[in-house]
Structures are given as structure tokens and as C-alpha cells.
């Protein structure tokens, strides 16, 4: 799970707690529509990334990936997760 899912899912979380009560006061709404509103501009950030081939740095807006030789490491290059993510189709 990468950092900025993480705090998306957080923040969420946070957000429901503010609601909590039978009647939250105006303030605590107030909290919990910031915090959803961040968690929406996350999610629309990164959907935005997928469909036209954008890259705003979201998923390294807390934590930076480590470099080598002066390019990014993907997982998704590295052969054994290319491999991995076939298996559990493989049975269907």
C-alpha cells in the first residue's frame, strides 16, 4: 500500500469519527467535509494520472522512492512481480 493510500484511508477514518454523534455540531461537519474533500482530491488526483498519462508525484507526495543510477526503481519492470501478479489468474 503506498503512503498517500494510507492516509487517504486514515483520513477517512477520521472523518466518519467526526460524524459520529446523533448531532454533530457545525464545526465538527465542518472537520469531516475538509477531511473527506482531501481524501476526494487524493482519489481524483490519481485517477486523473491513470487516464491521461499525467505524473503529479502523488503516490511520493510524503515519501520520496529510492534512486539508482539516475532512474526511479518500478516494481511493476521487476520480473518476479510481472510473474506474480499472473498467478492467481492462472487457475482461471
Known amino acids: 500500500m503506498k503512503a498517500n493510500t494510507a492516509l487517504a484511508l486514515v483520513l477517512s477514518g477520521i472523518s466518519l469519527v ?3 454523534p446523533q ?3 457545525r464545526q465538527r461537519r ?5 477531511l473527506a474533500s482531501l481524501v476526494e482530491l487524493v482519489g ?4 486523473c494520472e491513470y487516464l491521461f498519462g499525467l505524473n503529479l508525484r ?3 507526495l510524503l515519501f520520496m522512492r529510492p534512486q539508482t543510477s539516475g532512474r526511479l526503481i518500478r516494481l511493476d519492470e521487476c ?8 498467478l492467481p ?3 482461471l
Do not use: E, H, K, M
Open 18 to 20: 467526526f460524524l459520529i
Open 23 to 25: 448531532a454533530p455540531s
Open 30 to 34: 465542518r472537520i469531516a467535509f475538509i
Open 44 to 47: 481524483l488526483g490519481t485517477l
Open 58 to 60: 502523488l503516490d511520493q
Open 79 to 86: 520480473p518476479p512481480f510481472q510473474q506474480s501478479r499472473l
Open 89 to 91: 489468474s492462472a487457475p
